[in-house]
T-cell receptor, first 114, second 112 residues
Framework: NAGVMQNPRHLVRRRGQEARLRCSPMKGHSHVYWYRQLPEEGLKFMVY????????ESGMPKERFSAEFPKEGPSILRIQQVVRGDSAAYFC????????????FGPGTRLTVL | QKEVEQDPGPLSVPEGAIVSLNCTYS??????FMWYRQYSRKGPELLMYTYSSGNKEDGRFTAQVDKSSKYISLFIRDSQPSDSATYLCAMSAPGGSYIPTFGRGTSLIVHP
């Protein structure tokens, strides 16, 4: 049973470009969470999605960031017009039924903005 | 004051030592407490999960929750070099979306 998959593992973008990060949850999991990890700040929640619905986006920056989890295919975290401050590790986690279930994390995507 | 405080370390111990990792928190609504282990360049993996106060043991790992002091601990007995990693505490409150709040992690180094 494959775990949570994220791609790409490493992504380099120049300032002003768009970054698309993908997350495929574990088989049978319908809940997806995105987190950002900065060296001095730890793991910060961004957004919680179910299939076709955003449940909690309280941690998402108001501008340039968006997330979706379509009926078919992976969840996408999209960052428009990236800036150097967006450089971080972005982790996706999934859980089977609800947010009270254990979350299983993927290996992360390391975004570097030049 | 941050909701969850965790000393980033690094904490360096010899192989075989008992390790104590701790977090304090300010939100009295937290009821669910977790410890994650994160190896370098990897995603966090859940080690221990406890509800409310008390102790929970799993092999060499023991998690303790003291809600009166708003203090949680993870003890590792007979530490091994393979335990070298960053340990993140996390906690969540009932109601809402139960999304956990993480500490910034403590880096542990177990040297042979």
């Amino acid at each position: 049973n494959a775990g949570v998959m994220q791609n790409p593992r490493h992504l380099v973008r120049r300032r002003g470009q768009e970054a698309r990060l993908r997350c495929s949850p574990m088989k049978g999991h319908s809940h997806v969470y995105w987190y950002r990890q900065l060296p001095e700040e730890g793991l910060k929640f961004m957004v919680y999605l179910q299939k076709e619905n955003i449940i909690d986006e309280s941690g998402m920056p108001k501008e340039r960031f968006s997330a979706e989890f379509p009926k078919e295919g992976p969840s996408i975290l999209r960052i428009q017009q990236v800036v150097r401050g967006d450089s971080a590790a972005y982790f996706c986690a999934s859980s089977p039924r609800s947010s009270t279930d254990t979350q299983y994390f993927g290996p992360g995507t390391r975004l570097t903005v030049l | 004051q941050k909701e969850v405080e965790q000393d980033p370390g690094p904490l360096s111990v010899p192989e075989g030592a008992i390790v104590s990792l701790n977090c304090t928190y300010s939100n009295s609504a937290f009821q669910y407490f977790m410890w994650y282990r994160q190896y370098s360049r990897k995603g966090p993996e859940l080690l221990m999960y406890t509800y409310s106060s008390g102790n929970k043991e799993d092999g060499r790992f023991t998690a303790q929750v003291d809600k009166s002091s708003k203090y949680i601990s993870l003890f590792i007995r007979d530490s091994q070099p393979s335990d070298s990693a960053t340990y993140l505490c996390a906690m969540s409150a009932p109601g809402g979306s139960y999304i956990p709040t993480f500490g910034r992690g403590t880096s542990l180094i177990v040297h042979p």
